[in-house]
């Protein structure tokens, strides 16, 4: 059974940095965080290949979000800068053991039955 514990949300200000952990047990190969804005769907903003390193980012992430793994930690991290407004939303990380094209992705998901975590808020304010 794989367990998906997310930690790191919180609330800044705009131009400001957080830093999300995703911490998973059990056995997979493909860990992705996801967003979900109050009305919106839900986004794939990031994923990452475990051991090739290869990584899927959202356009809207591209350039302000690095998706990593802490070794150390053994977590899969999603360091976010730059924040705006618009990254309100609550961040969801997910693991699955999909192949590297399927991680990678943009096509919405990172396979058809992914483990989920229970989310954690992300507040930026003007």
């Known amino acids: 059974q794989v367990q998906v514990v997310e930690s790191g949300g919180g609330s800044v200000h705009a131009g400001g940095s957080l830093r999300l952990s995703c911490a998973v047990s059990g056995f997979y190969t493909c860990v992705g965080w996801f967003r979900q804005a109050a009305g919106n769907d839900r986004e794939k903003v990031a994923s990452f290949v475990l051991g090739a390193g290869n990584t899927y980012y959202a356009d809207s992430a591209k350039g302000r979000f690095t998706i990593s793994r802490d070794a150390t930690k053994n977590t899969i991290d999603l360091q976010m800068n730059n924040l705006t407004p618009e990254d309100t939303a609550m961040y969801y990380c997910?693991?699955?053991?999909?192949?590297?094209?399927?991680?990678?992705?943009?096509?919405?998901?990172?396979?058809?039955?992914?483990?989920w975590g229970q989310g954690t808020q992300v507040t930026v304010s003007s």
């Open positions: 997910a693991a699955s053991w999909v192949p590297r094209d399927e991680c990678t992705s943009p096509n919405g998901g990172i396979g058809a039955r992914p483990y």
